[in-house]
């Protein structure tokens, strides 16, 4: 959403805000997308206070999957994006600050270690379990 100059949350107050910022636009829309009736998917990076934001912003709404695989499959993973695209995203030091946070947060509903399952289980196993909510 920030071209330039765009910043982490972990490079202080304005990449922070950018951050809950971003939060705050996509909710909004996801807001306009359920209220059309669409089913939204937001794909982020929780991070330090933003779960607490889209509980705020979305309500019951909202149901927060945590995907995380271990830590050494995210640097595996990381490895061939950059390979694929062509450059890095993430330093390794920025890579485990990024996974640590995600990993620390605990306001989530449904957390998924996908180390070894494919992304395709994934996906049947959240619609699964979201049929099974919707229909008690």
């Known amino acids: 959403m920030f071209a330039n100059p765009h910043l982490t949350p972990w490079q202080g107050d304005q990449g922070y805000a950018q951050q809950l ?4 636009m996509v909710s909004s829309l996801a807001s306009q ?5 669409w089913h939204t998917v937001i794909l982020d990076v929780l991070w330090c206070e933003s779960p607490v934001l889209y509980r705020e912003l979305l309500g019951d709404r909202l149901t927060i999957v945590s995907l995380l695989p271990a830590f050494e ?3 595996r993973r990381s490895g061939e994006r950059e390979a694929r695209e062509g450059y890095r995203r ?3 030091a920025e890579l485990r600050l990024v996974y ?3 990993a ?7 957390r998924i270690d996908n180390t ?3 992304a395709v289980e994934v996906a049947e196993e959240i619609l699964r379990r979201f049929i ?3 229909d008690r």
Request: charged fraction near 25%.
């Open 21 to 24: 910022m971003g939060v705050r």
């Open 33 to 37: 997308f359920q209220t059309m009736g």
């Open 73 to 75: 499959e995210t640097v």
């Open 90 to 92: 993430l330093t390794a």
């Open 100 to 102: 640590d946070e995600h």
């Open 104 to 110: 620390s947060v605990s306001d989530y509903d449904l």
């Open 116 to 118: 070894n399952i494919p």
């Open 132 to 134: 099974a909510v919707e």
